[in-house]
């Protein structure tokens, strides 16, 4: 029998296991979903274009063939699925799973869910999935007027905190957030982060703190004419050449500084830390931008589960994904930001904005951002 393809209109996101389970019993419920995706309006064979009904297998729900040309049409075919030998029920298990589940879903803790016999298949979906989670030409941050965004950056992982004279493993991550206004909520009637909250974010691992880096970051991740808010590292002093309008602010060792100017990144670097180590306890550096992938795309899509379950399936768009040789030699390069255009700068140092101190420093200007600045340092 046919599997019974679906109106667009007409694909829930399972809001439960057992609806999960209604929606999705076998693999031929799974191939029906993801050809209703497909076409919309019925299907279109890739080699000829013939439009019409095709044959279907019982045994290969993935394949449809062409009544005109004879040829199959895959249906994982351009997703993080393609020439899978993995049954699409433990795709779309391991998709829901980790779209839906707030805290995220380790390797180990999804092979057992799923009965799976080798840890490394676990590990490889997973990893596919992770591949899926970086839309290719993703717009920037920063487009509203009235939204400005904050750049900070953070050291991440590593086994120790330091191993004497500045040496240690952990490694460089930068952030970009967008930060957005609504009304204040009172917290024992004082006013939490003056109405701000977090909007979209973008993450990736950096070399180091020179400019060619981090200028290089925000010119991939933030649109130029935006507010841009960072610490006063030496390091974003050509941010204004590059287009953007740049609010450096020097803490002069006051620690209160984060709550008042840069509340929202380090928000991020705290739950970012907390989650790798709760839910993965820790990551290896090969692999932490893909952790960084996954946190960004689950943070971006918290309010849209429908939208992180069909995204996770790489029906969007034209996903690579990497191949389990590929993860373990270190010959893949998990996806990041679009590719950079930013120039190297030789300034050192830290670049300091004297302002006055004192409340009418604490005033907002017409951004909506305090003025008053200082340096700030994780």
């Known amino acids: 029998m046919p599997a019974v393809v679906l109106p667009r209109a007409d694909l829930p996101f399972p809001g439960s296991l057992p609806e999960f389970q209604r929606l999705f019993p076998d693999d031929m419920a799974c191939a029906a979903y993801l050809e209703a995706i497909r076409w919309r309006d019925g299907f279109v064979c890739g080699w000829c274009g013939e439009a019409s009904e095709p044959y279907r297998f019982a045994n290969r729900a993935q394949v449809l063939r062409c009544r005109k040309c004879q040829r199959d049409n895959a249906l994982t075919a351009g997703t993080v699925m393609e020439r899978t030998r993995t049954p699409l ?3 779309f298990w391991a998709a829901y799973l980790v779209s839906s589940h707030t805290p995220g879903i380790s390797a180990v803790q999804f092979q057992r869910q799923l009965g799976l016999n080798r840890y490394e298949t676990a590990f490889q979906i997973l990893h596919k999935l992770r591949a899926g989670m970086v839309r290719p030409g993703r ?8 939204d400005h965004v904050e750049i900070d950056e953070s050291w991440v992982g590593g086994r120790t905190r330091g191993e004497g004279r500045g040496v240690h493993d952990q490694s460089l991550v930068i952030a970009a957030v967008e930060v957005r206004q609504r009304k204040p909520e009172n917290v024992k009637g004082v006013p939490r982060r003056n109405g701000r909250y977090a909007g979209r974010i973008r993450m990736e691992v950096v070399p180091d703190r020179s400019a060619r880096s981090l200028c290089g970051f925000v010119e991939a991740a933030v649109e130029p004419g935006a507010v841009v808010v960072t610490d006063a590292w030496g390091g974003y002093a050509t941010l204004p050449d590059r287009g953007y309008r740049h609010l450096p602010v020097a803490a002069q060792g006051d620690p209160s500084v984060a709550e008042d100017f840069l509340p929202i990144s380090h928000l991020i670097f705290s739950n970012l830390k907390s989650w790798l180590r709760g839910c993965h306890h820790g990551v290896s550096p090969q692999h932490l931008q893909a952790y960084l992938n996954e946190f960004t795309f689950r943070f971006n899509r918290r309010f849209y589960p429908f939208n992180a379950f069909r995204s996770l399936l790489g ?23 679009a590719a950079k255009t930013g120039r190297a700068s030789s300034e050192r140092g830290h670049r300091q904005i004297v302002t006055k101190s004192g409340a009418l420093g604490r005033q907002p200007d017409k951004h909506g951002i305090f003025c008053k600045t200082r340096l700030l340092y994780l």
């Open 89 to 91: 029920s433990i795709w």
């Open 139 to 146: 717009d920037r941050l920063g487009g509203q007027p009235r």
């Open 315 to 337: 029906i969007s768009g034209q996903a690579v994904a990497p191949t389990y040789d590929a993860l373990y030699s270190g010959s893949w390069q998990h996806p990041n930001a």
